[in-house]
């Protein structure tokens, strides 16, 4: 078959499947954070999914990037042509998510893979999981070994998609077994250095958003940075785990470098619906958006454990879980929240003159552009410390 390229399909973005408004967000440039979010669509990473037939792919970009509840996703129809979404503008994933239909030909003439792959960051490749897997192997293997003579560069991603239907013991055995096979398929052809991620996926539950922000994260080069400030913030704010969240994907760009616990993770997906669910509702209508400089909500749980979701910048917010008595001291953790905001804001400033600098450093910012984790964390002795003395 011939393959048709859509163009990107601004119309649908955040309109009707949507929960959100289509401004959401607020107006004006916020210390050059979006400043390219008028890029050329070209020169933004691509973020590829590909994999057989009704494995989920439309499925997957619908209920991460357009809110699409779940049930709805029965009735998507199948994609005829690659799907170019463009979120830069309305989400801090400045990248396209190009959606493939399952039944591409790669030996299809029209089938530029020089133009596909060159430019990808990250290829995510989707297996049924309640399907027979075999012939998705072999597509797997297809498209990765051919990407990767491409573009080297890429991170190959593999969702074993819609565990949902799989008991706990099916699911890990399932992965063990497309792992095996997978790299085993790889090393017969002398591709063992070719690194494939493997993750458990549904969209029935957070996993796919899990996931997503661990592919999205590999992505940002800022990444070790924002690990760090939030480590310095967290330790001295007694804040058990913090997240800083893509409030309209819910993805996660950044956490503290403690374990990841899924019920943590769900508990703060959850807050931001409500407080995005809250303003929309209730919020002012002049207003126009549903989250703003001035969004902050705190909520108490009946097992000593607080929620505390504050902005960071127009299209991310820091959601912290702390114990009650930490909150004690919430003049500190505000304090110390304020430091942390003005250097994720000085982290993503020096990101856009780098950028429009054409890759190099501004000269008066070279030393302090470097790819250290620790060169844009604030002096440590910025924050305010936990146990009462000043740091
Ligand atoms: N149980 C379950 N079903 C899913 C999941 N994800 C997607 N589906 C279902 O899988 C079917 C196919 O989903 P699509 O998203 O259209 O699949 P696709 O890969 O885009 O298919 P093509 O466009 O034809 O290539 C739909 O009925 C979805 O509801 C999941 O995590 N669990
Ligand atoms: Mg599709």
């Given at each position: 078959m011939s393959i048709q390229y859509g163009e990107p399909d601004m119309a649908g973005s955040y309109g009707v499947v949507d929960s959100f408004p289509k401004d959401f967000g607020y107006g004006g440039d916020e210390a050059?954070?979006?400043?390219?979010?008028?890029a050329s669509a070209d020169t933004q990473p691509r973020i590829l999914l590909m994999g057989l037939r009704r494995s989920g792919k439309s499925s997957i970009q619908k209920v991460v990037f357009h809110k699409m509840s779940p049930n709805e996703t029965l009735f998507l129809e199948s994609t005829n042509k690659i799907h170019k979404d463009d979120l830069s503008g309305s989400s801090f994933v400045n990248f396209q998510i190009w959606d493939f239909p399952g039944q591409v030909d790669f030996f299809d003439p029209t089938f530029d893979d020089e133009m596909i792959?060159?430019?990808?960051?990250?290829l995510i490749f989707v297996i049924d999981a309640q399907d027979d897997y075999v012939e998705a192997l072999g597509r797997l293997?297809?498209?990765?070994?051919r990407a990767y003579r491409v573009n080297p560069h890429i991170n190959f991603e593999v969702f074993i998609h819609k565990v949902d239907g799989l008991s706990d013991d099916h699911k890990i055995e399932t992965q063990r077994d497309v792992y095996q096979r997978a790299n085993d398929d790889l090393a017969?052809?002398?591709l063992e250095k070719l690194h494939l991620s493997f993750y458990l996926t549904s969209i029935y539950d957070h996993s796919i958003?899990?996931?997503?922000?661990k592919v999205v994260q590999k992505l940002l080069p800022q990444l070790p940075t924002l690990e760090n400030l939030l480590n310095i913030f967290i330790s001295h704010s007694g804040i058990e785990k913090a997240f800083l969240f893509d409030m309209v994907s819910k993805i996660y760009i950044a956490t503290d470098s403690s374990a990841v616990d899924m019920q943590s993770y769900e508990l703060c997906c959850d807050m931001i619906d409500v407080v995005i669910d809250i303003s929309c509702i209730y919020g002012p209508?002049?207003?126009?958006?549903?989250y703003d400089k001035?969004?902050?909500a705190i909520i108490k749980l009946n097992n000593t454990t607080v929620l505390y979701l504050k902005e960071v910048t127009r299209f991310l917010a820091v959601v912290c879980v702390l114990r009650e008595e930490s909150f004690e001291r919430k003049g500190l953790i505000d304090y110390n929240f304020h430091c942390f905001r003005k250097a994720v804001h000085e982290v993503f400033e020096v990101g856009c003159r780098t950028q429009r600098n054409g890759g190099r450093p501004d000269d008066s910012l070279t030393s302090s552009t470097s790819t250290s984790s620790s060169t844009h964390a604030p002096n440590h002795r910025n924050y305010a410390s936990h146990n009462g003395s000043m740091m």
């Open positions: 050059g954070i979006d400043d390219d979010s008028s792959f060159t430019g990808t960051g990250a293997h297809g498209t990765v070994s017969d052809v002398g958003f899990e996931a997503f922000s209508i002049e207003d126009g958006g549903a001035e969004s902050l």
